[in-house]
């Protein structure tokens, strides 16, 4: 079993910062993916930016320019930066991590961006 616990999140006001991240409770380099995601309410969980165990990065169209995920191996955390926040990007924000045969996921972050 694998816990990941989240944290970062908070109230922003448009324009601004957040940095969130996410903690493994073992080695990350047994997953093949690990990422971010997130869910608006009334709207599904989607994917914001992924990073592979080769460290290729895949961000949702959304996020680019904006936000950068990272990983460290040594900490067993990948973070995601959050630069120019819009009110469109409050939602819950998941952390993922994937093997082969299944995926884990933490409790979320509550992000709010508002004036």
């Known amino acids: 079993q694998v816990q990941l616990v989240e944290s970062g999140g908070g109230l922003v006001q448009p324009g601004g910062s957040l940095r969130l991240s996410c903690a493994a409770s073992?080695?990350?380099?047994?997953?093949?993916?690990m990422g971010w995601y997130r869910q608006a309410p009334g709207k599904e969980r989607e994917l914001v930016a992924t990073?592979?165990?080769?460290?290729?990065?895949t961000y949702a169209q959304f996020v680019k320019g904006r936000f950068t995920i990272s990983r460290d191996n040594a900490k067993n955390t990948v973070s995601l930066q959050m630069n120019s926040l819009k009110p469109e990007d409050t939602a819950v924000y998941y952390c993922?991590?994937?093997?082969?045969?299944?995926?884990?996921w933490g409790q979320g972050t509550q992000v709010t961006v508002s004036s």
């Open positions: 993922n991590a994937a093997l082969a045969y299944g995926d884990y």
């Open positions: 990073i592979n165990s080769g460290g290729v990065i």
């Open positions: 073992r080695s990350i380099f047994v997953f093949v993916t």
